[in-house]
T-cell receptor, first 114, second 113 residues
Framework: GEDVEQSLFLSVREGDSSVINCTYT??????LYWYKQEPGAGLQLLTY?????DMKQDQRLTVLLNKKDKHLSLRIADTQTGDSAIYFC??????????????FGAGTRLAVHP | DVKVTQSSRYLVKRTGEKVFLECVQD?????MFWYRQDPGLGLRLIYF???????EKGDIPEGYSVSREKKERFSLILESASTNQTSMYLC????????????FGDGTRLSIL
């Protein structure tokens, strides 16, 4: 079945770049997403990439997609303490009946230290 | 901005009780979803609905049911709460266009004693 995997923890120094990695299994996924969850809150959409793109940049965020390896990464430039959160990778996949659903990874907890 | 509102942030119930979690969205979205979030497991889909009075089972529907009587409201029901249903519950909604992402509420942290 479909599966999305990501490492559980990442620790970086303030000002450095963070790279959060994700692998997925469904080669027919149309969209891949990155969500951010701050303590006690729901999920906030950070960015997404369509499956026919290799890269997407949005201010400090860069998403890279390697379709051949089914690998997705999120790079955060100049990481700040406010970036400390859990980051979820998700793939949109089709289900029976023509509907779509998201498959989420377990989330990567990013800790930013001075 | 899309607003997805979950009626309670924290809820404490007893084993065997019938529990209702409510979710309302204000963007006229057709699709609504209920997930539970547990540490190390990410989000798992319980049920979703693509239209009023329509529902589909997700990956872990056992012990849950849902109700969608109005387009803006999607309710999750725990028929007889058990301690293993202690979790964070997240509601989401999205429109029908393929590139529309899911928008999430702030979650309900449910404890079953």
């Amino acid at each position: 079945g479909e599966d999305v995997e990501q490492s559980l923890f990442l620790s970086v120094r303030e000002g450095d770049s963070s790279v959060i990695n994700c692998t997925y299994t469904d080669s027919s996924s149309t969209y891949l997403y990155w969500y951010k969850q701050e303590p006690g809150a729901g999920l906030q959409l950070l960015t997404y990439i369509f499956s026919n793109m290799d890269m997407k940049q949005d201010q400090r965020l860069t998403v890279l997609l390697n379709k051949k390896d089914k690998h997705l990464s999120l790079r955060i430039a100049d990481t700040q303490t406010g970036d400390s959160a859990i980051y979820f990778c998700a793939e949109k996949t089709a289900v029976a009946g023509g509907y779509n659903k998201l498959i989420f990874g377990a989330g990567t907890r990013l800790a930013v230290h001075p | 901005d899309v607003k997805v509102t979950q009626s309670s942030r924290y809820l404490v119930k007893r084993t065997g009780e019938k529990v209702f979690l409510e979710c309302v969205q204000d963007m006229d979205h057709e699709n609504m979803f209920w997930y539970r979030q547990d540490p190390g497991l990410g989000l798992r889909l319980i049920y979703f609905s693509y239209d009023v009075k329509m529902k589909e089972k997700g990956d872990i529907p056992e012990g849950y049911s849902v109700s969608r009587e109005k387009k803006e409201r999607f309710s999750l029901i725990l028929e007889s709460a058990s301690t293993n249903q202690t979790s964070m519950y997240l509601c989401a909604s999205t429109g029908t266009h393929p590139n529309q992402p899911q928008h999430f509420g702030d979650g309900t942290r449910l404890s079953i004693l």
